[in-house]
């Protein structure tokens, strides 16, 4: 079945600019999460959702980031103001409920020039 | 101080070889996760424990939570096996499941 998809897979931004990040979590997964990857290191968490509220996003680095997930199914990542540093490899994964293991997206690499 | 920590950062083994990877975490939590990561692949999630020991093919990965120290092993293996290997764990100080902490991965290199 189809795995986690996230779009775009590339995405090149302009520092200031703004940009939006989709995932399509499994269907019927529940629970979605988000995470950053820097190069080099391990990825950090962003924010996660169960159904349609955000469970914890206690990872969101400043108010320029923002996610929603308005039908309980696609996530958007929204990223304000774009900087240097956001650029990354943002990472989307869900899975059928709080317990069980994740299925992770292959992410979207993020370079802010 | 980080709260997970891996070892080795780099492995370099034959084909065939046992492999060990070490995890160590310095904090309260409810699961622990194995995480393999192919270079510009995405990640997959090979184990998710919470006690004991778990098998997966030519995979192991066990969890002391007395010691806060948890291991995965790769019995026979193989140049496929060639990735970077991230454990990570979640719930903790009863955090959310989802906001999970990582180590920052071991690279393991297996020589034909």
């Known amino acids: 079945g189809a795995g986690v998809s996230q779009t775009p897979s590339n995405k090149v931004t302009e520092k200031g600019k703004y940009v939006e990040l989709r995932c399509d979590p499994i269907?019927?997964?529940?629970?979605l999460y988000w995470y950053r990857q820097s190069l080099g290191q391990g990825p950090e968490f962003l924010i996660y959702f169960q159904g349609t509220g955000a469970a914890d996003d206690s990872g969101l680095p400043n108010d320029r980031f923002f996610a929603v997930r308005p039908e309980g199914s696609v996530s958007t990542l929204k990223i304000q103001r774009t900087e240097r540093g956001d650029s990354a490899v943002y990472l989307c994964a869900s899975s059928p409920d709080r317990n069980s293991p994740l299925h992770f997206g292959n992410g979207t690499r993020l370079t802010v020039t | 101080k980080n709260e997970v920590e891996q070892s080795p950062q780099n492995l370099t083994a034959q084909e065939g070889e046992f492999i060990t990877i070490n995890c160590s975490y310095s904090?309260?939590?409810?699961?622990l996760h194995w995480l393999q990561q192919h270079p510009g692949g995405g990640i997959v999630s090979l184990f998710m424990l919470s006690s004991g020991k778990k098998k997966h093919g030519r995979l192991i990965a066990t969890i002391n939570i007395q010691e806060k120290h948890s291991s995965l092993h790769i019995t026979a293996s193989h140049p496929r096996d060639s990735a970077v290997y991230i454990c990570a764990v979640s719930g903790v100080g009863g955090g959310s499941q989802g906001n999970l902490i990582f180590g920052k991965g071991t690279k393991l290199s297996v020589k034909p």
């Open positions: 904090v309260g939590i409810s699961a």
């Open positions: 269907s019927g997964h529940t629970a």
